[in-house]
T-cell receptor, first 112, second 113 residues
Framework: QKEVEQNSGPLSVPEGAIASLNCTYS??????FFWYRQYSGKSPELIMF????GDKEDGRFTAQLNKASQYVSLLIRDSQPSDSATYLC????????????FGSGTRLQVQP | DVKVTQSSRYLVKRTGEKVFLECVQD?????MFWYRQDPGLGLRLIYF???????EKGDIPEGYSVSREKKERFSLILESASTNQTSMYLC????????????FGQGTRLTVV
């Protein structure tokens, strides 16, 4: 079992719709969770992070964390074609190793 | 703006060569990381460093070593390059006190022939 699992996609949504990206993780002790966006040929860039159970909103983006279910998601409201990218979920374990473990990413396509 | 700079964007090396990938950050970050990214596998951690002269193995350290002689510079070394090390290599840095973000360099596309 991979430490961080994501559906590779592509996830295709029409412009203006809500895109829902999901991630599960295996280490129950994980404490910090990150969503990165990566455009083709570019480096990952941070969208947002979440530490506590519940929702965290930043503009059109909402991260949701459920530690009991070991599940973290990213919602993108009013999706735009410019949101088309690969979204990487990353987890920091609570084992003293201050490094991120990444999922393989979900490719999102927003259709105009 | 945080800047993480990798020395080469594209690199082609021959099997058996010793390869150095250099990374420099200008934000006085304590933590630095090397990842490789392959299709379908995502980013995998090779090595990381919390401070000068310190290094820790990541998830796939075999065939690699690292050097951190100065705080701002973290080098990845392929002791004897092999074709299965053809990949995109990404360097990143982060502050130590509050790990809220890892900043990535532009990546080095290494091809071993």
């Amino acid at each position: 079992q991979k430490e961080v699992e994501q559906n590779s996609g592509p996830l295709s949504v029409p412009e203006g719709a809500i895109a829902s990206l999901n991630c599960t993780y295996s280490d129950r002790g994980s404490q910090s969770f990150f969503w990165y966006r990566q455009y083709s040929g570019k480096s990952p860039e941070l969208i947002m992070f979440i530490y506590s159970n519940g929702d965290k909103e930043d503009g059109r983006f909402t991260a949701q964390l459920n530690k009991a279910s070991q599940y973290v998601s990213l919602l993108i409201r009013d999706s735009q074609p410019s949101d088309s990218a690969t979204y990487l979920c990353a987890v920091m374990r609570d084992t003293g190793r201050r490094a991120l473990t990444f999922g393989s990413g979900t490719r999102l396509q927003v259709q105009p | 703006d945080v800047k993480v700079t990798q020395s080469s964007r594209y690199l082609v090396k021959r099997t058996g060569e010793k390869v150095f990938l250099e990374c420099v950050q200008d934000m006085d970050h304590e933590n630095m990381f090397w990842y490789r990214q392959d299709p379908g596998l995502g980013l995998r951690l090779i090595y990381f460093s919390y401070d000068v002269k310190m290094k820790e193995k990541g998830d796939i350290p075999e065939g690699y070593s690292v050097s951190r002689e100065k705080k701002e510079r973290f080098s990845l070394i392929l002791e004897s390059a092999s074709t299965n090390q053809t990949s995109m290599y990404l360097c990143a840095s982060s502050p130590s006190v509050e790990f809220t973000e890892a900043f990535f360099g532009q990546g080095t596309r290494l091809t071993v022939v």
